[in-house]
């Protein structure tokens, strides 16, 4: 009877002693079973991502959308075209008599003077006047002024007087040409030149004339600038 009994305790498993290698396992079953857990939440969270974002794209890819050209817009710069104004303009084309003269009309050939039309030069003498007319003309798209000059090469001192209506005479540098707005027609200037019969120097002119070999030559500018 002893004996039976000594075997039966020999083979009783004692559930009451956990060791310490137990208590290890148990607790590394537990953290794969933590990790197991987590990664099941993670993977979970990013498929609810992905179906979020997949939804969205498709909602951005079905929505209406188009483009629509603007307008063209295009500009060009405004043409700047003067016309050459002194083409035309020869102030010693006709030489009349200063005697009787009526400067508001066209000087008349003075008969008194040997080849008193266009001769290449004219002759001039005291006592003859002649004026020349001429158009300043713009094709430009923009507002212009012009502003007219002239020079004088009179080494010999020809008294020649200068003006710009017939009435006020003096040095060309005196000449009061106007600058003005050139019109849609061109804007047109006359400038008068004689050389008075009684200048005051009867022996200077009789000199130059016993020479006959004085020259006096104009020339002119036009400065065109556009207004502001």
């Given at each position: 009877?002893?004996?039976?009994?000594?075997?039966?305790?020999?083979?009783?498993?004692?559930?009451?002693?956990?060791?310490?290698?137990?208590?290890?396992?148990?607790?590394?079953?537990?953290v794969v079973d933590t990790r197991r857990r987590s990664i099941?939440?993670?993977?979970?969270?990013?498929?609810?991502?992905?179906?979020?974002?997949?939804?969205?794209?498709?909602?951005?890819?079905?929505?209406?959308?188009?483009?629509?050209?603007?307008?063209?817009?295009?500009?060009?710069?405004?043409?700047?075209?003067?016309?050459?104004?002194?083409?035309?303009?020869?102030?010693?084309?006709?030489?009349?008599?200063?005697?009787?003269?009526?400067?508001?009309?066209?000087?008349?050939?003075?008969?008194?003077?040997?080849?008193?039309?266009?001769?290449?030069?004219?002759?001039?003498?005291?006592?003859?006047?002649?004026?020349?007319?001429?158009?300043?003309?713009?094709?430009?798209?923009?507002?212009?002024?012009?502003?007219?000059?002239?020079?004088?090469?009179?080494?010999?001192?020809?008294?020649?007087?200068?003006?710009?209506?017939?009435?006020?005479?003096?040095?060309?540098?005196?000449?009061?040409v106007p600058t003005t707005a050139v019109t849609s027609g061109?804007?047109?200037?006359?400038?008068?030149?004689?050389?008075?019969?009684?200048?005051?120097?009867?022996?200077?002119?009789?000199?130059?004339?016993?020479?006959?070999?004085?020259?006096?030559?104009?020339?002119?500018?036009?400065?065109?600038?556009?207004?502001?």
């Amino acid at each position: 009877m002893s004996d039976y009994n000594s075997d039966n305790h020999d083979n009783d498993i004692d559930f009451g002693h956990v060791t310490a290698e137990d208590d290890k396992r148990d607790r590394e079953v537990v953290v794969v079973d933590t990790r197991r857990r987590s990664i099941k939440r993670i993977a979970a969270l990013l498929l609810v991502i992905a179906i979020i974002s997949t939804v969205t794209v498709l909602g951005t890819l079905s929505k209406y959308t188009t483009t629509v050209d603007l307008p063209t817009s295009t500009a060009i710069v405004a043409k700047f075209t003067p016309l050459d104004p002194i083409a035309s303009f020869d102030l010693f084309s006709v030489v009349g008599d200063t005697n009787g003269a009526n400067y508001a009309n066209p000087p008349v050939a003075d008969t008194d003077i040997a080849s008193s039309v266009s001769p290449n030069p004219a002759i001039i003498a005291p006592g003859s006047w002649g004026k020349a007319e001429f158009t300043v003309s713009d094709a430009s798209q923009v507002t212009v002024n012009v502003a007219v000059t002239f020079m004088e090469t009179n080494d010999d001192h020809i008294p020649i007087e200068y003006s710009a209506d017939g009435v006020t005479w003096g040095d060309i540098s005196e000449l009061d040409v106007p600058t003005t707005a050139v019109t849609s027609g061109g804007s047109t200037y006359e400038v008068y030149w004689r050389w008075p019969f009684e200048s005051g120097d009867d022996m200077g002119d009789t000199t130059l004339g016993l020479a006959g070999t004085a020259t006096v030559t104009i020339t002119g500018t036009a400065t065109f600038t556009q207004v502001d």
